[in-house]
Every structure is written in C-alpha cells, then in structure tokens.
C-alpha cells in the first residue's frame, strides 16, 4: 500500500450542528462561532459586565452625564426609549433597555477611567445601531494618529481603504477593500453598502529587520506608498468587516477580543476576522472619545446613532461571555448564516471558507480506517497579515468524510497561540504505536528566537495537537521546505523535505567547444534528431542528423544560423543499426569541423559564434521541449563535452568509457542505470519521456525521449526514523531535479509498482524511492498549486490542491487520479464530489441555427471554416455535457463559455484532433491570437473517436473533464453572459447527449 503512515483514526466529536455522515450523526464544528465545540456555559451578561474597567451606564435621563469617568457628554441624548423588541433584546445583554443618542454630540471619557493604559489583554463591547445605514465615521476610541493610536473603532468607506498589498518578494497584490468595492464587474464585489467596519489597534513599532525587507520590497516594486510597511513603522494593525454584511440599519453587537497571540473582532457573536500581533496594546495620550475622534489637535464628529451598551476589559473575554453579551448561541449561529451563509458540509469541490476574506491554501491530506483527513492552510486578507503580505498569519484547519460526500470540519489544528508564530507552515502527519505525529515548518517572527528545524506535534486523538517540548527537531540544514513523511516497506519512516539547490561546478562561457558521442542508429531515414546539444532559452548547438538533408550529419543551431545549408556534397550515412559510430562536432573560431570515427566528415565556417555563459546540455535531442523531430531515435554509448577545441588526432585517440588525456566538461558513460555527469559539472542528469539506461547505454525511442543535464538542480533529502522522533539523515537525495523545474512542498507516495512525486505541480514518477525520476508523461493536474494525494478504500488515490485566486490561496479543487499499467497518470473528476445539480434545461438556440438541434443532438457544420451554434438561457453556475463526435477532416472542436452575443469574449475549450491536444482558452476580441498560445495546449496523449466531456462553472471556476482521464481547470468570469457555444472548425461535429443541468450548491 502507499503511503499506509497516514493512518490517523477518524474522530467524531461533539458540537452544534448535525449531519448525517454514512449512517451516524455526526457534529460540525464551526470555529467562527465561540463555544461551537460544545455547549456553552449558562452566565448572566450583567455578571459579564460587572468586572468591565469602564463601563458606559446608558440608563436614565442624566447616566452617562453623572458618571465620574464621563468628562464632557455635551449634545448626548439620555435614557432614549426603544422599540419593544429593541428594549427586550438590550436587557437580555445586561442593560437597561434604553440607548444614548449620539445624534447631536459625543462623550469625551475621563483620564481617571483609565482605559488608556498599556494591555497585555483586553476586551471591548458595544452595542448599537445607525438608524440612517450610514457607516462613514469615527465610532469610539483613543486615536489621535496612527503612530499615537492606543485603540479605535471606526466606519470608513471601504473604496477609500488601500487598494493593494506589496509581498516580501515586491509582488503587488490587491487588498481585501479592492476585491469587494473597487470591480464592479468583479466576481467578489458587493453590490451594495461600500462601508466597512474597522477596529484598529496601537502596537509597538515592528522589528527594524522586517522593516528594512518591506523597504526592500517597496522599491523593488516601484511604488511611493506601501500601506503595510506605514502600518508596520506605526505599530498599527486592523480588523474589518463589510457592513453590507451586517445589516447597515440594524442592532448590532461589536466584541473586539485581544488575547496576545490574536485580535478578534466579533459582529453579533460571530468571528469575522483575525489579525495576530506583536507586542501589548500600547497607552495613548489622546482621549477616548465616544461618537467622535482626536484627529490631530482636532476633534471630528463621528456615529450619530444610539448605543446601549459600551464595556471595555483589560482581560480577554470567555468565548461563552461573548455568547452570553451577544444573544446566546441560538442567536449566534443564525446571525452567522445571515451573514456568512451556511458552512459547506456536502461536496466540498471548490470549497472556500466562509468570509469576506479568508481563502484555503496548502492542502495535506490522509487517510486511515475508511476516513479522508483534509488538512488546509487558512489565509487572511489575501496573506496581508501580521504586517506580511506573504505568509501573515496561516493557520491550519482539518475536514474529514467518510464518503467524500458528507464532511465534518474540526476545530483549528495548529492555530496562531504564541505572538512569536509567524505562521504555520505545509507539513505531513505519521502514526507511531498509536500516537499521531505531525511535521511542518514553524517559523519565528522574532530573530532572537531562531528555529534551524521543523517542529513537531503529537496527539492521542487525532484532533488535538501538543507542540513537541524539545524545539527545533528534527534539525535539518538550509530552508526547512514542507516535509513529508514515506514508509518504507519494512515499517521505517523517511521524512523528506525540499533542501538547498545542489550545485556543480562553475561552468565557464562556452564559445571553442567539442561535442563527442558514440551512437547506433535505429533509423537511417529519421530527420533532425541531436545526439549532444549545449542550449540556453532557445539557442543551441548540437550534433544533428539528418535535418537540412537525409542521412547526412550536422552541426544544428537555432533558426540554422551557425549551420551548413549546402550538404549535398557530404557522405550519406550507411551504417548497420548495430555498428557504434563516433561523431564528434568542433567548434574553434569561425570554424566547425565534423568527425566521423575520428576523420574529418565535413566543416564549413558561420559568420558570428555563439557564446554561452549559462547553459543545459541534452542528449538525445537537438533542443529540448523543440519539435516531433527533435528527437534521436537509437543508443547513445558514451558522450562528452569539452570546454575546448580538440584537434584531429585528440579526436581520433578518444575511446568509449575510457578516460581521455584531456579532461572533458561533462561526461556520461551510461555505466550506471541513474546516469550522472563523472566530472561532476551538472549536478541534474534527468530521463525523459522513455528514454531508459541498460546495457551501458543510453536508449531513445525519439518519442520525445532525452536526457537533460543542468548545473543547479532542486533536491529532495530525507531523514530516517524508526519511531518518528529519532532521525538520521541519508546521504544522498532522494530526487533531483532540473533548477528550471519547480520545486515546492514536495510529496512522494507509492501507488502499487511506482513512485510518483508531487513537485509544485509537475508530476514525476519512478520505480524506485531513489529515482531515477523522470516527468510524468501528461501534466495532469492542471493549474493547481501544491496538490498533494492521499488513498482511499479501493484502491483509488484521491488528490486536493487549492487554485490561486489574485495571490497565495483561493478555492479548493479535488481531483481522482488514475494509473495505467505502464503507470502513466490520468486524473478525473471526484465523482462523490460532482456538485449537485437541478432539472435539465431545454436547448434553445437563435432562429438561424434552430435547425442544428435535434433533440439533444447539435451539429456544427465547420467544413468551410469556424462555425459555432448557440444556446441561450444558460445559468452562470451550471454543469455542460455531452459527447462530441467529429469527422475525419476537423481540425478543431469545443464549446464557447459564458460567451457574449457575438461570441467575441468568453473561454473556450478547443481540442485539436491532428495534434490530440486540449485546451482553455480566453477569447476576448481575437481568437487567432488566443488559440496561438502553445504554453495553454495540453497533450490528451490519445483521442477517442467520441470524446465525453463534462465541465462545471462554478462562481469565477470553469472545470472540465475530458474522456474521463483529463482535467483542465481555469478562472473566467463574464457576469452578464448567459449563452454558450458549441463549435467545429475543418469539419462537421455531432455534439451527442448535450445535458445543460443549474447548479444547486
């Protein structure tokens, strides 16, 4: 079995809402609701209220005027009577059942109150209403500036908020405000209130040394203002939520909850946001002002409606006292669906949590005794927390299902509990003699605290984690990248991790050269294959046969400008398929000169030579990711390259797996089944496609089959363990791979006779845990980042990543991967996980084309170019069917998505039957130049005469699946389009069983 260390058992734990999971009732744990875990604890609000260091009495004519901690309430309305359901619900928080009226004045608050003081803790309560819907103003709190503020809550037009983030890396991402208010057209505006409400909170400056990187950054992205690093420099740090979302002419209850590690801001009892500071709440001179703010030496008007209760503790409240002040649980969890909708308990595909800015990232699965684990990073404010638009502030959340279908959520694995937690990081879970154990990366955010290691948690129920007492552990050298934990077959466990670049030797400019190899033909009649090509970003030379003219050999180069066009004159090849050849091509100056078994063959002279300061050798082709007829079909015994020009008689004395007098560059000799470069220059030598390495030599089909050779690889190390506490390191890698190949949060599982590794998204597969890895042959999982595959019952391997929306994080997506014998890699939809859909809709169409439907069959006539077919009334969030059967002649098929009338903008699958290629494409003006993007054309690697597919829109997600072992998953988003297209080009297509169905969920 593969990976059997995920075998955590599945945990029902008790909470506040049902769902029926296979059978048994099962709780839901809803971590945006205090106390949702359980039921609370029964305590009266007044005795809440009671301990409150300041406390606003809102009853009576005169309360707040005659209070010793009021200074001045000039223009306040006092002892205002409310509606009787107004008055029933203030007393049930502890009040009076009357408001102050702040229409006409503010209140200034006493110094001797002392609320202004340091906090290490502290809580708020208000409770009130803006009957004009009007949330543009200063609320309550001690402001006077950013860099003076001690605490403030405020109203502001979320239009008027900063419309972007700038990362550590000088990446511009947009802020939270831009992706609700500033795109009307955009898939998260809000058509609605443009207010947010906004807590905002004083802290000590951040570190010089963060300050010092955002300043970095700044420049690097070129912008005069970054708002986090202002934010960073005053010790700011901020909460917000849409009033749109609140209700803007409602009661409202506002906690604000600072326990250290966390600032919470609570809207009628419900977690709506999250920031994680450094440092205590610091004291401020300016004065607490109620209805009003100190701007400056200025004193500006602010909330102009009622407020009935105000409290502020310089301790974190109870989550039951949250409950308790704001209308108890019942009232909470329906607040919470008004506002937030319903948490997702079925089909969790493109599953996002709940909020206005909160996005999953880094997926983690396992399984064990029949129950799917989902481990996922949570981000907020698009990653701009803890003064870091990076990685602020992620914290690790768990679901689990028994059938795929139904989902429990659990509380937060590893949250955010100590101020030094930068934030949480990708990591692996293993079990050990019946205790859990979990891996990931930790870092701090204070230098003095250093961790040169990844930490570890445990648990005995697979629901709560202890950290580990003895931190950092395992300690592991570079960038701690996101473990993984492997067992091998017999019981021990590997625990690997992304390390430093493993580098070769420093390769000099290559301008005189020699390249050598010793070849066997399988082909005499192939055109174009290279043996040795030194190539960088598309320029090459390299020993090629049979280009320019058949059976000849040559000296390729890009676009053939440093080759011969004139070779009629040069012998043709005749050698038996079995006879070894030594070619060797030499480049001195000017000049090239060719050898064939050590006698001169041809040579001619180019104009200009290249020179290469960085470059990849490939062996096997004449340019690497080039044409079909790249590629060498034959055996390879021996090939070298040399950092000079070699004379004829050098040539000559150089044997096979020999070594010469003069030390070559790079060197393979195929002697070993993982070929590796013997001098020690390229520190990658990975296979391709099918090439394969046995008898001494390398072996190409020329089905795309090479060996590439590059100076910096990324690898995979590991650690061993027998009780998943005590590691060793091994040796050597477990992978390695090309630098150009991404590389992130790596896992390697086995599934039956193979090896496959997740690396970022490619896909790379070996026999054994050591490699040799080699790509998979069909890139498989789309647009996905950091997907990472888990088992389920039967066999079946089930895999979760997460599509990015506008930076780090966004929805979800689950795939089911499939595996031929010869252990190729398919993916399809997860069929338990299929949204839901409604009745079938009728196919209408425009007049001129009514006569291509007959029943569920439409017909695109393409012969004499581009012809598409409407249907009109389509859903925005709808799942498309059918099965297209195209003639001989077509050259391209596909349906148009939420396309505009004139079919000028939408997305638009293609497949091209001559190429057996698919691809999403946007059509926004021009389809010529959106269907001439190579990089979008993905190889089906067969294509069945009837092709099924299916493709769900979902919000902004269009998702398809083609002949039930292909994926292909893009964003798109036309509001206003309810059409789509169906389209033939070359030919005609009968489009079979077309099933237009809305989505339910």
Same mark, same amino acid.
């Given at each position: 079995?593969?990976?059997?260390?995920?075998?955590?058992?599945?945990?029902?734990?008790?909470?506040?809402?049902?769902?029926?999971?296979?059978?048994?009732?099962?709780?839901?744990?809803?971590?945006?609701?205090?106390?949702?875990?359980?039921?609370?604890?029964? =305590? $009266?609000? #007044?005795?809440?209220? +009671?301990?409150? /260091?300041?406390?606003?009495?809102? @009853?009576?004519?005169? &309360?707040? *005027?005659?209070?010793?901690? =009021? $200074?001045? #309430?000039?223009?306040? +309305?006092?002892? /205002?009577?409310?509606?009787?359901? @107004?008055?029933?619900? &203030?007393? *049930?928080?502890?009040?009076?059942?009357?408001?102050?009226?702040?229409? +006409?004045?503010?209140?200034?608050?006493?110094?001797? @109150?002392?609320?202004?003081?340091?906090?290490?803790?502290?809580?708020?309560?208000?409770?009130?209403?803006?009957?004009?819907?009007?949330?543009?103003?200063?609320?309550?709190?001690?402001?006077?500036?950013?860099?003076?503020?001690?605490?403030?809550?405020?109203?502001?037009?979320?239009?008027?908020?900063?419309?972007?983030?700038?990362?550590?890396?000088?990446?511009?991402?947009?802020?939270?405000?831009?992706?609700?208010?500033?795109?009307?057209?955009?898939?998260?505006?809000?058509?609605?209130?443009?207010?947010?409400?906004?807590?905002?909170?004083?802290?000590?400056?951040?570190?010089?040394?963060?300050?010092?990187?955002?300043?970095?950054?700044?420049?690097?992205?070129?912008?005069?203002?970054?708002?986090?690093?202002?934010?960073?420099?005053?010790?700011?740090?901020?909460?917000?939520?849409?009033?749109?979302?609140?209700?803007?002419?409602?009661?409202?209850?506002?906690?604000?909850?600072?326990?250290?590690?966390?600032?919470?801001?609570?809207?009628?009892?419900?977690?709506?946001?999250?920031?994680?500071?450094?440092?205590?709440?610091?004291?401020?001179?300016?004065?607490?002002?109620?209805?009003?703010?100190?701007?400056?030496?200025?004193?500006?008007?602010?909330?102009?409606?009622?407020?009935?209760?105000?409290?502020?503790?310089?301790?974190?409240?109870?989550?039951?006292?949250?409950?308790?002040?704001?209308?108890?649980?019942?009232?909470?969890?329906?607040?919470?669906?008004?506002?937030?909708?319903?948490?997702?308990?079925?089909?969790?595909?493109?599953?996002?949590?709940?909020?206005?800015?909160?996005?999953?990232?880094?997926?983690?699965?396992?399984?064990?005794?029949?129950?799917?684990?989902?481990?996922?990073?949570?981000?907020?404010?698009?990653?701009?927390?803890?003064?870091?638009?990076?990685?602020?502030?992620?914290?690790?959340?768990?679901?689990?299902?028994?059938?795929?279908?139904?989902?429990?959520?659990?509380?937060?694995?590893?949250?955010?509990?100590?101020?030094?937690?930068?934030?949480?990081?990708?990591?692996?879970?293993?079990?050990?003699?019946?205790?859990?154990?979990?891996?990931?990366?930790?870092?701090?955010?204070?230098?003095?605290?250093?961790?040169?290691?990844?930490?570890?948690?445990?648990?005995?129920?697979?629901?709560?984690?202890?950290?580990?007492?003895?931190?950092?552990?395992?300690?592991?050298?570079?960038?701690?990248?996101?473990?993984?934990?492997?067992?091998?077959?017999?019981?021990?466990?590997?625990?690997?991790?992304?390390?430093?670049?493993?580098?070769?030797?420093?390769?000099?400019?290559?301008?005189?050269?020699?390249?050598?190899?010793?070849?066997?033909?399988?082909?005499?009649?192939?055109?174009?294959?290279?043996?040795?090509?030194?190539?960088?970003?598309?320029?090459?030379?390299?020993?090629?046969?049979?280009?320019?003219?058949?059976?000849?050999?040559?000296?390729?180069?890009?676009?053939?400008?440093?080759?011969?066009?004139?070779?009629?004159?040069?012998?043709?090849?005749?050698?038996?398929?079995?006879?070894?050849?030594?070619?060797?091509?030499?480049?001195?100056?000017?000049?090239?000169?060719?050898?064939?078994?050590?006698?001169?063959?041809?040579?001619?002279?180019?104009?200009?030579?290249?020179?290469?300061?960085?470059?990849?050798?490939?062996?096997?082709?004449?340019?690497?990711?080039?044409?079909?007829?790249?590629?060498?079909?034959?055996?390879?015994?021996?090939?070298?390259?040399?950092?000079?020009?070699?004379?004829?008689?050098?040539?000559?004395?150089?044997?096979?797996?020999?070594?010469?007098?003069?030390?070559?560059?790079?060197?393979?000799?195929?002697?070993?089944?993982?070929?590796?470069?013997?001098?020690?220059?390229?520190?990658?030598?990975?296979?391709?496609?099918?090439?394969?390495?046995?008898?001494?030599?390398?072996?190409?089909?020329?089905?795309?089959?090479?060996?590439?050779?590059?100076?910096?690889?990324?690898?995979?190390?590991?650690?061993?363990?027998?009780?998943?506490?005590?590691?060793?390191?091994?040796?050597?890698?477990?992978?390695?791979?090309?630098?150009?190949?991404?590389?992130?949060?790596?896992?390697?599982?086995?599934?039956?006779?193979?090896?496959?590794?997740?690396?970022?998204?490619?896909?790379?597969?070996?026999?054994?845990?050591?490699?040799?890895?080699?790509?998979?042959?069909?890139?498989?999982?789309?647009?996905?980042?950091?997907?990472?595959?888990?088992?389920?019952?039967?066999?079946?391997?089930?895999?979760?990543?997460?599509?990015?929306?506008?930076?780090?994080?966004?929805?979800?997506?689950?795939?089911?991967?499939?595996?031929?014998?010869?252990?190729?890699?398919?993916?399809?939809?997860?069929?338990?996980?299929?949204?839901?859909?409604?009745?079938?809709?009728?196919?209408?169409?425009?007049?001129?084309?009514?006569?291509?439907?007959?029943?569920?069959?439409?017909?695109?006539?393409?012969?004499?170019?581009?012809?598409?077919?409407?249907?009109?009334?389509?859903?925005?969030?709808?799942?498309?069917?059918?099965?297209?059967?195209?003639?001989?002649?077509?050259?391209?098929?596909?349906?148009?998505?939420?396309?505009?009338?004139?079919?000028?903008?939408?997305?638009?699958?293609?497949?091209?039957?001559?190429?057996?290629?698919?691809?999403?494409?946007?059509?926004?003006?021009?389809?010529?130049?959106?269907?001439?993007?190579?990089?979008?054309?993905?190889?089906?690697?067969?294509?069945?005469?009837?092709?099924?597919?299916?493709?769900?829109?979902?919000?902004?997600?269009?998702?398809?699946?083609?002949?039930?072992?292909?994926?292909?998953?893009?964003?798109?988003?036309?509001?206003?389009?309810?059409?789509?297209?169906?389209?033939?080009?070359?030919?005609?297509?009968?489009?079979?069983?077309?099933?237009?169905?809305?989505?339910?969920?």
């Amino acid at each position: 079995m593969m990976k059997t260390t995920r075998r955590l058992a599945a945990m029902m734990i008790v909470a506040g809402m049902n769902v029926s999971i296979s059978g048994l009732w099962a709780e839901v744990v809803d971590y945006t609701i205090p106390s949702m875990d359980r039921e609370p604890e029964k =305590i $009266a609000p #007044a005795v809440v209220l +009671e301990d409150a /260091v300041f406390r606003l009495n809102c @009853a009576g004519e005169n &309360a707040a *005027a005659t209070s010793p901690a =009021i $200074a001045d #309430a000039s223009g306040v +309305e006092m002892g /205002v009577s409310l509606t009787e359901d @107004a008055t029933v619900r &203030a007393r *049930a928080r502890g009040g009076a059942g009357t408001a102050l009226d702040l229409a +006409e004045g503010s209140i200034r608050v006493a110094p001797s @109150a002392d609320v202004n003081r340091e906090h290490e803790t502290f809580s708020l309560y208000v409770r009130l209403r803006d009957p004009e819907g009007k949330w543009d103003y200063p609320i309550l709190g001690s402001y006077g500036s950013d860099e003076k503020v001690s605490f403030f809550l405020h109203a502001v037009d979320g239009r008027k908020k900063p419309q972007e983030n700038i990362n550590s890396g000088g990446a511009r991402l947009p802020s939270i405000a831009a992706m609700l208010f500033s795109e009307e057209d955009g898939v998260d505006y809000i058509d609605g209130h443009k207010s947010m409400i906004e807590f905002v909170i004083g802290l000590p400056r951040a570190p010089e040394y963060y300050l010092n990187r955002q300043t970095n950054a700044k420049k690097k992205a070129g912008v005069e203002t970054d708002h986090l690093l202002e934010d960073a420099r005053n010790g700011v740090m901020r909460v917000t939520f849409p009033v749109a979302w609140m209700g803007p002419k409602d009661w409202h209850d506002i906690v604000v909850r600072f326990t250290g590690p966390k600032l919470e801001l609570f809207v009628d009892g419900v977690l709506v946001d999250v920031e994680y500071p450094i440092g205590k709440m610091r004291p401020s001179e300016a004065p607490f002002l109620i209805g009003a703010a100190a701007v400056g030496e200025e004193v500006v008007k602010g909330f102009d409606g009622q407020l009935s209760h105000l409290a502020v503790w310089d301790r974190s409240l109870s989550d039951d006292e949250i409950l308790a002040l704001c209308g108890g649980k019942s009232h909470v969890v329906q607040r919470a669906e008004e506002m937030l909708g319903p948490v997702r308990t079925e089909r969790l595909q493109y599953f996002r949590p709940r909020g206005h800015n909160l996005k999953p990232g880094d997926c983690m699965p396992y399984y064990h005794d029949g129950t799917w684990h989902l481990l996922y990073l949570v981000l907020r404010g698009n990653m701009a927390r803890k003064w870091d638009s990076g990685h602020g502030g992620l914290e690790l959340h768990h679901a689990s299902s028994r059938d795929l279908v139904h989902w429990q959520h659990h509380p937060i694995m590893i949250p955010i509990s100590e101020q030094w937690m930068r934030w949480v990081g990708t990591g692996d879970t293993a079990i050990h003699d019946g205790e859990i154990f979990f891996y990931n990366h930790l870092p701090s955010w204070d230098p003095d605290r250093k961790f040169g290691g990844l930490q570890c948690f445990r648990s005995d129920d697979g629901i709560t984690f202890t950290k580990h007492d003895q931190s950092p552990y395992p300690e592991v050298p570079g960038w701690p990248g996101a473990p993984d934990i492997y067992e091998y077959p017999d019981g021990r466990y590997c625990m690997t991790y992304d390390a430093d670049l493993l580098r070769g030797k420093p390769l000099p400019t290559l301008r005189d050269k020699t390249l050598v190899a010793w070849v066997t033909l399988a082909d005499l009649d192939q055109r174009g294959g290279g043996l040795v090509t030194v190539e960088h970003e598309g320029q090459f030379d390299s020993l090629v046969f049979g280009e320019v003219r058949s059976r000849r050999w040559m000296a390729g180069s890009d676009r053939l400008l440093r080759t011969a066009r004139d070779q009629a004159g040069w012998p043709e090849e005749a050698v038996n398929p079995h006879e070894l050849v030594q070619m060797a091509a030499v480049y001195r100056g000017n000049q090239v000169v060719l050898y064939r078994n050590g006698r001169p063959y041809a040579q001619h002279e180019v104009n200009e030579p290249a020179a290469f300061s960085r470059y990849a050798i490939s062996i096997g082709t004449r340019v690497s990711d080039g044409p079909a007829n790249s590629y060498f079909r034959g055996s390879i015994e021996d090939a070298r390259v040399y950092a000079s020009a070699l004379s004829r008689e050098q040539i000559a004395a150089l044997k096979p797996n020999e070594p010469s007098a003069e030390t070559p560059l790079a060197w393979w000799d195929f002697e070993q089944e993982n070929p590796t470069d013997r001098v020690g220059t390229f520190a990658s030598s990975f296979l391709a496609g099918d090439a394969r390495v046995a008898d001494g030599r390398l072996h190409l089909s020329g089905d795309e089959s090479f060996l590439l050779a590059s100076s910096d690889a990324r690898q995979v190390r590991g650690l061993v363990s027998d009780d998943l506490m005590n590691w060793t390191p091994l040796d050597e890698p477990v992978a390695v791979i090309p630098s150009r190949f991404r590389l992130t949060c790596s896992q390697i599982f086995r599934w039956g006779d193979w090896h496959y590794m997740l690396a970022g998204n490619n896909v790379w597969q070996s026999r054994e845990f050591t490699g040799p890895w080699q790509p998979a042959d069909t890139f498989i999982l789309d647009a996905l980042k950091i997907p990472k595959a888990a088992p389920f019952r039967d066999g079946r391997m089930i895999a979760a990543g997460m599509m990015t929306h506008r930076g780090w994080g966004g929805d979800i997506v689950f795939r089911e991967l499939l595996q031929e014998e010869d252990g190729t890699l398919g993916a399809r939809f997860v069929p338990e996980m299929i949204p839901r859909t409604g009745e079938e809709l009728p196919l209408v169409t425009a007049s001129d084309s009514a006569g291509a439907i007959a029943g569920d069959t439409v017909t695109a006539n393409g012969a004499n170019g581009f012809h598409a077919i409407p249907l009109t009334g389509i859903p925005r969030d709808v799942r498309i069917t059918f099965q297209a059967v195209p003639d001989e002649n077509t050259t391209g098929f596909g349906v148009g998505l939420r396309s505009s009338p004139d079919n000028s903008r939408g997305l638009e699958l293609r497949v091209e039957p001559a190429r057996a290629t698919v691809g999403l494409f946007a059509v926004d003006g021009n389809r010529e130049n959106a269907n001439a993007a190579e990089d979008q054309r993905h190889r089906l690697g067969k294509l069945d005469a009837a092709l099924t597919i299916d493709i769900v829109c979902r919000r902004d997600i269009v998702d398809v699946e083609i002949g039930g072992r292909r994926t292909l998953i893009q964003r798109y988003w036309n509001p206003g389009s309810d059409r789509i297209y169906l389209f033939a080009e070359g030919g005609d297509v009968r489009f079979e069983g077309v099933r237009v169905r809305p989505l339910v969920e």
